[in-house]
């Protein structure tokens, strides 16, 4: 069974940071890519960052380029979500996904390609 399970979030002034994780059973990092998406209220889901954990690549939205950083634990089968410098837009639920991905494949960040979801977290950006 492959599970997916976020933790971290919480409520933060602007300018504070927070920690995401994402722990993941069930699948190898080696085969597989993990994503941080969000949903804010009344927004569609939309790609923050994603991470192969296999070989390093990485890539962020432009919204959070600078501020969030993205990381993983292959011997923990977690991947991190650094979030600096939050900002009220940054509210949302964040959500982490896995997508097997074929050797050579682009990375992607499209939600309805990943393969597997946690049950997300709650972050809250007080002005």
């Known amino acids: 069974e492959v599970r997916l399970v976020e933790s971290g979030g919480g409520l933060v002034q602007a300018g504070g940071s927070l920690r995401l994780s994402c722990a993941a059973s069930g699948i190898s990092f080696d085969d597989y890519d993990i994503g941080w998406f969000r949903q804010g209220p009344g927004k569609v889901r939309e790609g923050v960052s994603c991470?192969?954990?296999?070989?390093?690549?990485?890539y962020y939205t432009d919204s959070v380029k600078g501020r969030f950083t993205i990381s993983s634990d292959n011997a923990k089968n977690t991947v991190y979500l650094q979030m600096n410098s939050l900002k009220p837009e940054d509210t949302a639920v964040y959500y982490c996904a896995a997508v097997r991905i074929p050797e050579g494949a682009t990375m992607t960040i499209v939600p309805h390609e990943y393969d597997y979801w946690g049950q997300g977290t709650q972050v809250t950006v007080s002005s």
């Open positions: 991470i192969s954990p296999n070989d390093g690549d990485l």
